[in-house]
């Protein structure tokens, strides 16, 4: 990192960050799905397809730090965050699932896992986009070009 330029040091941190949220919502996915025996939707498929390249996405965007990441991760997480934003609509009743792509399989409406009563997966899904989001805006925001 350049010592003359102390806002690449804080575009690094906010990529790390957004890439952390990346990378560990592709191992609980992975784990979720592949150890814990949760088939996921076609909805949740469709946001694993977003997320997943974000973690080499982000990962190549720090080492050397290149503020241009931005412009290549912001597509893939807004994306992903309509699509979370529309799974949790769709999970919690303001959508009727009808208007939804799971016509086989497991039923987008329902709730595979809850957490404290309240945390659902797309609901996670939706947290980790905002997030991911976020980091990549004041990224954008904050580094000088």
């Given at each position: 990192m350049n010592a003359t330029h102390p806002s690449n040091d804080i575009g690094w941190t906010l990529i790390f960050i957004a890439w952390l949220s990346a990378a560990v919502s592709t191992l609980?996915?992975?784990f979720l799905g592949e150890i814990m025996g949760h088939t996921p939707c076609v909805l949740c498929w469709y946001q694993r397809i977003c997320m997943f390249p974000l973690v080499l996405i982000l990962a190549a965007g720090l080492f050397p730090f290149d503020r241009r990441v931005v412009r290549y991760a912001l597509p893939l997480a807004v994306t992903g965050w309509l699509l979370a934003a529309f799974h949790w609509a769709v999970a919690s009743g303001l959508i009727p699932e009808r208007l939804t792509p799971c016509s086989q399989g497991v039923p987008c409406s329902v709730e595979q896992v809850?957490?404290?009563?309240?945390?659902?997966?797309?609901?996670l899904s939706l947290l980790a986009f905002s997030l991911i989001i976020a980091m990549?805006?004041?990224?954008?925001?904050?580094?000088?070009?």
């Open positions: 609980a996915a992975l809850i957490w404290f009563g309240f945390l659902t997966l797309p609901m990549l805006l004041l990224t954008h925001l904050k580094v000088s070009k």
